[in-house]
């Protein structure tokens, strides 16, 4: 039976056998062939790591549980974090299942519904302040510097080693054979956590080959790529909507001992991306999710992938997590339909299709 | 790595080994232990099967992915479904990974925002139909009859198959010590297909003891519990707002074939149960989900549940196809709080909870 990444990879962390896991039983996310996507792009092997079903809908569960089990173990009654989504909704629900209490600092612009309704539904306390999200997260680090509350976003150093299970799972699903690893770039966290996951289990002996590292940030918020601070970061793929990353260097680190690349993809590719993953692949992702896919896309039109390569798309979180991509006026033009008129409409539709 | 339910389960499924497979790697979701309401009510161990995540987000995969296997395999080009959510989704994602034509008859009332977001994005085409469910179906049935498209709701026989992997999964997990069974019915193929695959397991000798069947309805669709037609099924939980359900007989046995029940939760109880899987268990849920938990609630008020009894509660789908539940405005009241302001906010609510 699964029980959560830290029992899994109890060895790669820092946690003693006495200490109490607190785990929402994520991880265990399922690695699934894109093949029509693949062949589309010329017969790469491409995999996408669906994040969205971790137990709170993002990969941020991941780090969440190491960061809340250490909170509890040492003595903190309160978490706090500055999020503009993800990360609040995942805070709140470890919070709910260790009994703390869990304050959520948005920036007061817009964030998504789903994720909002996550983190109020668990219980959090709310609070949208005045500014962006680098304004919220210097409030957090203040506060928690008086010692009062535990600060739970990526700069707690347990975020990012609970997210380096990604890579392990990666490696367990693959047996080792990755060739590259595409992940969506926006706080820079989980780049760098998936890096150092793989040179972990390289370390240890369990994966032969480090793979090449691709990251995506999106162009109106591409800090990395640019080499400056955005300092009004702006894309629809909120949850990467990032000026000014917190783990920068250590995800231009692991770009470059890779011999990788971090590049930057438009809003429109991410739509594009989103909306061919969901329509050819059935998997419904959040667009910075898709970030990923539309830069392996990108990179295949370009030759830098070859045939026969083994490619990981990390998509970090779930597409229900912010469902205002579609809107169901534009595709249901009538309501009401009759029912001798229903066979007319697909049997048309069928038809139209035969004669392509 | 996991590849599916199918490929699984293969023992117990009709699949010859040439049949190309149709899979969204479904299935293997999480059972959580709830513990915090484990306790509450006074020490039983409750276990959560959290359906919510499997890839289209509720349990209908496990029954799609036979589904669809099998009309590709006859050749079909088109699916049909009549669906108030969860069904098109899941149907609309299997026929996109296929390649097949998909179309959803809905309902021309209330549908949640977040299943029509999935369905529309996975490429369906998607028909609101004057009339109900039931009116939807009925359509559907004619259409498929006419044999150019293949039905996909659950009286296709390969969905309540698929299912049963659900029952598989349970006793896998808890190495068959299950001694309860709570779950959700609308439809009823679920309690009708955990059922079955409960037999299953114990007629191949890896289950010894059968558990108890707990089957939960809404007090406004709740045809089973009161053995009548329901012509205006009514409940928030828009999941199992059904009110002549299909698959009505096979619940009717799998209750009494296990000495169980099936009765009825109220609205409130059922929206409460929601919230309390969320404040106290980190997880979110849809409404029809935690019928399960506000039934087993009730029955340990009635003392009906043992302490130390194993209860496995089925949570079927994920809330963030739902979010209408929450209300963001009701929960935050102040806009652009200023820094100075939100120091004071912390330490007042971490104060107030020191004096409780």
């Given at each position: 039976m699964w029980n959560g990444i830290i029992a899994k990879y109890k060895d790669f962390f820092d946690i003693k056998d006495e200490e109490k896991i607190i785990t929402l039983n994520e991880g265990n996310t399922p690695l699934i062939p894109a093949k029509n996507i693949g062949e589309m792009l010329g017969g790469i092997n491409l995999y996408l790591k669906y994040e969205g079903l971790n137990t709170t809908g993002s990969f941020k569960d991941r780090g969440m549980t190491m960061a809340v089990t250490k909170a509890v173990q040492e003595g903190s009654r309160a978490i706090i974090c500055a999020s503009t989504g993800n990360t609040s909704a995942s805070a709140a629900a470890y919070a709910a299942k260790a009994g703390l209490k869990c304050y959520v600092l948005i920036p007061n612009n817009k964030i998504a519904l789903g994720k909002?309704?996550?983190?109020?539904?668990?219980?959090?306390?709310?609070?949208?302040?005045?500014?962006?999200?680098?304004?919220?997260?210097?409030?957090?680090?203040?506060?928690?510097?008086?010692?009062?509350?535990?600060?739970?976003?990526?700069?707690?150093?347990?975020?990012?080693?609970?997210?380096?299970?990604?890579?392990?799972?990666?490696?367990?699903?693959?047996?080792?054979?990755?060739?590259?690893?595409?992940?969506?770039?926006?706080?820079?966290?989980n780049i760098s956590a998936y890096w150092a996951g793989f040179k972990d289990y390289h370390k240890a002996g369990k994966l032969e080959k480090l793979p090449v590292m691709l990251g995506f940030q999106a162009e109106g918020a591409a800090p990395i790529v640019e080499d400056r601070i955005f300092e009004e970061p702006e894309t629809v793929a909120t949850a990467i909507r990032i000026g000014n990353p917190a783990s920068w260097d250590k995800a231009v680190a692991a770009r470059d001992e890779s011999k990788g690349l971090i590049q930057k993809v438009t809003d429109i590719e991410i739509l594009e991306a989103q909306k061919l993953l969901a329509s050819r692949e059935g998997i419904f992702v959040e667009p910075a999710s898709a970030a990923s896919i539309a830069g392996v896309m990108k990179l295949s039109k370009e030759g830098y992938l070859q045939k026969g390569k083994n490619i990981v798309a990390v998509l970090t979180g779930n597409g229900l997590k912010d469902p205002s991509v579609v809107s169901p006026e534009k595709h249901i033009k009538t309501y009401g339909v009759k029912t001798e008129e229903i066979k007319t409409l697909i049997y048309r539709s069928l038809g139209s299709d035969q004669n392509d």
């Open positions: 909002l309704a996550q983190a109020i539904l668990y219980g959090a306390e709310v609070i949208p302040v005045e500014g962006n999200f680098d304004d919220a997260l210097r409030i957090v680090r203040e506060i928690a510097a008086e010692g009062k509350v535990t600060l739970v976003n990526s700069i707690n150093p347990y975020r990012l080693l609970g997210q380096r299970s990604g890579a392990y799972e990666v490696c367990d699903q693959l047996e080792g054979k990755i060739d590259y690893l595409s992940i969506p770039v926006g706080n820079a966290g």
